[in-house]
């Protein structure tokens, strides 16, 4: 029973972050809120260091947190099986920001982002570092662009 309680109150106090999948929707946003956009380029079932990415910085409770109250997340995700392929609107937009933001088609490839489109920061492949080292990167310019 105690473990239910802990549970259910870690549930409602931890952070919930949404990727959304249309960068125009995640400027409008950041432009509401006065948050930056991290752009994240991944090949969710076929790139390894893109699966490591999410797994140990990406989906941690503490870039989360952090992503909550200052970040708006976008996922450009290019999958490669066919049980995991995408809507054909939704590849046309990943397509669309890749021609935009990631040319070269580098995976993983990770953009910090103001509301106006300006690239603040880039990661190319995975960032060797822990989700706190990564969210500290994150931290002075999010306070430098408020």
């Given at each position: 029973m105690?473990?239910?309680?802990?549970?259910?109150?870690?549930?409602?106090?931890?952070?919930?972050?949404?990727?959304?999948?249309?960068?125009?929707?995640a400027?409008?946003?950041?432009?509401?809120?006065h948050k930056l956009i991290l752009?994240?380029?991944?090949?969710s079932d076929w790139c390894g260091p893109c699966i490591r990415e999410r797994k140990e910085i990406l989906e941690t409770e503490t870039f989360e947190n952090f992503a909550s109250e200052h970040l708006v997340l976008v996922r450009a995700d290019f999958?490669?099986?066919?049980?995991?392929?995408?809507?054909?609107e939704q590849v046309k937009l990943n397509e669309a920001l890749a021609d935009k933001y990631n040319a070269e088609g580098?995976?993983?490839?990770?953009?910090?982002?103001?509301?106006n489109g300006k690239v603040l920061k880039v990661w190319d492949g995975f960032p060797?570092?822990?989700?706190?080292k990564f969210v500290a990167e994150i931290n002075p310019i999010v306070n430098a662009s408020r």
């Open positions: 105690k473990f239910l309680f802990v549970f259910f109150i870690t549930a409602l106090f931890s952070a919930h972050v949404t990727w959304l999948g249309n960068f125009n929707e400027k409008a946003e950041a432009a509401k809120s752009v994240n380029f991944s090949g999958p490669r099986q066919k049980k995991n392929q995408l809507s054909k580098k995976f993983p490839y990770t953009l910090l982002i103001d509301g060797n570092e822990s989700a706190e």
